[in-house]
């Protein structure tokens, strides 16, 4: 079954310090791939995605992610994390030939920051 | 600000009760997609419909339902509520239904079912 897994449920880091958000994704070829961040009380933001082209996918916010194909993963990644950062942070997958109905998510990860 | 409008923000209702969800989409978005977010499912897509057309179904129980009138709004019908759909109901939109066409999601509607 196509499924995407985000490993960490909760991730504290220290303001400055950098960060990687792990996503791994199951399906049979290559999808289009998503992040997406949840601040508390507001709807989803899209960080960035991936359809094809450059591995290496630069965002709003200072962040990026790199698609590796033989891992089947897709991490998030910033330098350096400010304490606006904090929030929840979606991976999500379609199907090549999908649209936005086929949208998968992963569980979430909350990013805690500390000063 | 994503444009998307969902009321109300915060709903308290009774089990058996019904209860019906907003949704403005983003200016010349088309497609309005509803997505339920709870703790044990996380985010699932339930219906889509574009241009007043349902389009796709996901995971939507039949006591659920929804429309997208002339006006493109759109509308979540949620009857003989459960305590189990409590969750955080979120509405998008995008323009066309290619993923070229970015997807705006509002902030949601919280529904509490007591």
């Known amino acids: 079954a196509q499924s995407v897994t985000q490993p960490d449920i909760h991730i504290t880091v220290s303001e400055g310090a950098s960060l990687e958000l792990r996503c791994n994704y199951s399906?049979?070829?290559?999808?289009?791939l998503f992040w997406y961040v949840q601040s508390p009380g507001q709807g989803l933001q899209l960080l960035l995605k991936?359809?094809?082209?450059?591995?290496l996918v630069q965002g709003i916010k200072g962040f990026e992610a790199e698609f590796k194909r033989s891992q089947s993963s897709f991490n998030l990644r910033k330098p350096s994390v400010h304490w606006s950062d904090a929030a929840e942070y979606f991976c999500?997958?379609?199907?090549?030939?999908?649209?936005?109905?086929?949208?998968?998510f992963g569980a979430g990860t909350r990013l805690a920051v500390h000063p | 600000d994503s444009g998307v409008t969902q009321t109300p923000k915060h709903l308290i209702t009774a089990t058996g009760q019904r209860v019906t969800l907003r949704c403005s989409p983003r200016?010349?978005?088309?497609?309005v997609y509803w997505y339920q977010q709870s703790l044990d499912q996380g985010l699932q897509f339930l219906i889509q419909?574009?241009?007043?057309?349902?389009?796709a179904k996901g995971n939507i129980l039949e006591r659920f339902s929804a429309q997208q009138f002339p006006d493109l709004h759109s509308e979540l019908n949620l009857s003989s509520l459960e305590l189990g759909d409590s969750a955080l109901y979120f509405c998008?939109?995008?323009?066309?239904?290619?993923?070229?066409?970015?997807?705006?999601f509002g902030n949601g509607t919280r529904l509490t079912v007591t």
């Open positions: 999500a997958v379609v199907p090549f030939s999908g649209g936005y109905n086929k949208l998968i």
């Open positions: 991936y359809f094809s082209g450059d591995t």
């Open positions: 399906y049979g070829a290559t999808p289009y």
């Open positions: 200016s010349g978005d088309l497609s």
């Open positions: 998008a939109s995008s323009e066309r239904t290619d993923n070229n066409s970015p997807l705006h």
């Open positions: 419909y574009y241009n007043g057309e349902e389009r």
